[in-house]
């Protein structure tokens, strides 16, 4: 299984940036996909998650009404839309893949497989 993250980089506050996460070697629409974010010296922090069928989706308070993911299973990708960043939006973003749909998906230790994460940087 590998999950490939891009799509980071830096931008100013208020900026947009677009990641996706490229899946192979598992059912794709068998696993919720999920965003996480980590800081140095920081746990890895829950940003938004998307069930199969892209009908219901969470996100951190931290995060809503300005990211945005989605998904598309004939591609096996999912993205997260970012919008009116914030430097405090600063972190390394990994996206990862939940096996069991009745988890808590804002727990990382409920997600089988991670990404190797992509570097997103917020300008003040």
């Known amino acids: 299984v590998q999950l490939q993250a891009f799509g980071g980089g830096l931008v100013q506050a208020g900026g947009s940036l677009r990641l996706s996460c490229a899946a192979s070697g598992l059912s794709f629409n068998s696993y919720v996909m999920g965003w996480f974010r980590q800081v140095p010296g920081k746990e890895r922090e829950f940003v938004a998650a998307?069930?199969?069928?892209?009908?219901?989706?969470y996100y951190a308070d931290s995060v809503k009404g300005r990211f945005t993911i989605s998904r598309d299973n004939a591609k096996n990708t999912v993205s997260l839309q970012m919008n009116s960043l914030k430097p405090e939006d600063t972190a390394v973003y990994y996206c990862?893949?939940?096996?069991?749909?009745?988890?808590?998906?804002?727990?990382?230790?409920?997600?089988?497989?991670w990404g190797q994460g992509t570097q997103v940087t917020v300008s003040s």
């Open positions: 998307i069930r199969w069928n892209s009908e219901t989706t």
């Open positions: 990862a893949a939940a096996a069991n749909r009745f988890a808590d998906l804002r727990r990382p230790y409920n997600y089988d497989f």
